[in-house]
């Protein structure tokens, strides 16, 4: 990659930067489990509630909202995350990618469809809010990063070169959406979920870790 052609490095969070283990063991399993316990039913039919809600609303903001998952499931979503808190975890080499963007001057942003909720129990765990000029949530401007209003606004409140920019996602739909706002430099990784397999046929550039495109100093400043 060469770093020279980048201004701005917009990073997703769950599957980019964090592990997607907590997510998929939290919503397909932990979720399910505990569902079933409280409301007295078998995990096979907790399953296949959830399941059917999950499909019924994906890619739409309230599918990454959890103040519509306490409503709709009358359950306290982050107390119930707070359970399996342990299973939050940084992907190997982020935090010295992060080092070397901020090192390299340039302006790096999360940009999350994550509830704020959420967010906030990551960084918790995992703090990286020190290495990043800001923090995005999509709900605060009511849409997701698969649309293209999401965009608009984060180019109105973070001004950027959209094709001097840089976007990691772990998600092709939204990868998409990044593709048609013009976004210049898109990639995904291969293993989102340390516990699932690589992932083959990817539409868009791959990486395993980020150790792969870690910047550089240039040979006149490098010690």
């Given at each position: 990659m060469n770093w020279r052609d980048i201004d701005t490095v917009l990073l997703?969070?769950?599957?980019?930067?964090?592990?997607?283990h907590f997510d998929n063991f939290f919503w397909l399993h932990h979720l399910p489990r505990r569902y079933s316990e409280i409301n007295d039913i078998s995990i096979e039919l907790a399953s296949q509630r959830l399941n059917d809600r999950y499909e019924e609303i994906r890619g739409s903001l309230d599918w990454y909202c959890l103040d519509y998952w306490r409503e709709q499931l009358q359950l306290d979503i982050v107390a119930l995350k707070r359970e399996?808190?342990?299973?939050?975890?940084?992907?190997?080499?982020?935090?010295?990618?992060?080092a070397a963007l901020q090192t390299q001057g340039k302006q790096v942003i999360l940009v999350t469809n994550a509830h704020r909720d959420s967010l906030e129990l990551k960084m918790e765990k995992i703090d990286l809010r020190p290495?990043?000029?800001?923090?995005?949530?999509?709900?605060?401007?009511r849409q997701p990063k698969e649309s293209q209003a999401f965009w608009q606004q984060l180019q109105a409140e973070h001004s950027?070169?959209?094709e001097r920019t840089l976007f990691v996602d772990d998600t092709e739909a939204i990868l998409a959406s990044a593709e048609r706002f013009g976004i210049g430099h898109l990639l995904t990784l291969s293993q989102?979920?340390?516990?699932?397999?690589?992932?083959?046929?990817?539409?868009?550039?791959?990486?395993?870790?980020?150790?792969?495109?870690?910047?550089?100093?240039?040979?006149?400043?490098?010690?």
């Open positions: 997703d969070m769950d599957g980019t930067l964090l592990d997607l399996i808190f342990h299973l939050i975890a940084v992907r190997p080499h982020v935090e010295a990618f992060l290495w990043f000029n800001a923090l995005v949530v999509s709900h605060d401007y950027f070169d959209a989102p979920d340390s516990q699932a397999a690589l992932r083959q046929g990817l539409r868009y550039p791959q990486i395993h870790h980020f150790d792969e495109i870690m910047p550089v100093l240039p040979a006149s400043t490098a010690r």
